[in-house]
């Protein structure tokens, strides 16, 4: 009997955020590790997302015409994509963490963030 190999897929990351000094650095981070996708505001990410087909999302949380709430909301709704989300945000009162994980979030962590932590997290959501 053959057995067929399946070719090693490296996992995938989008990362939203439209502040470009914090996403080339998560990019260039997790791009060493994951297969890692930019977006630069909510309608962006929900574009990148159904061609994507990321296996994690991290998202900012408030960006120029579509937030990142609005933006998995829609993600879960109309794509159907159930990826894990880790919101990384300067808003971190326990109202907007609240909002964070009842939007889908798995982890929702405050700006500045340290990388190794960051990294952790998303080996995490990604069960590895």
């Not at 939203?16 to 997790?30: H, N, R, W």
């Not at 994951?34 to 990148?48: F, I, K, N, P, S």
């Not at 159930?82 to 405050?110: C, E, N, Q, W």
């Amino acid at each position: 009997m053959l057995v067929q190999q399946t070719p090693f897929r490296r996992k995938r990351i989008l990362i939203v955020d439209d502040e470009p000094d914090c996403s080339d650095i998560l990019a260039q981070y997790l791009g060493g590790i994951y297969d890692v996708v930019v977006a630069h505001d909510g309608m962006e990410g929900l574009e990148r997302a159904a061609s994507f087909q990321p296996d994690l999302i991290i998202s900012d949380v408030t960006m120029p015409r579509l937030g990142g709430l609005a933006m998995v909301k829609s993600i879960r709704s109309k794509h159907g994509l159930k990826a894990p989300v880790i919101f990384v945000s300067a808003l971190g009162s326990p109202s907007d963490v609240i909002a964070g994980i009842s939007a889908g979030a798995r982890h929702y962590l405050t700006k500045p963030i340290e990388l190794p932590d960051l990294k952790k997290r998303v080996a995490k959501a990604l069960g590895l």
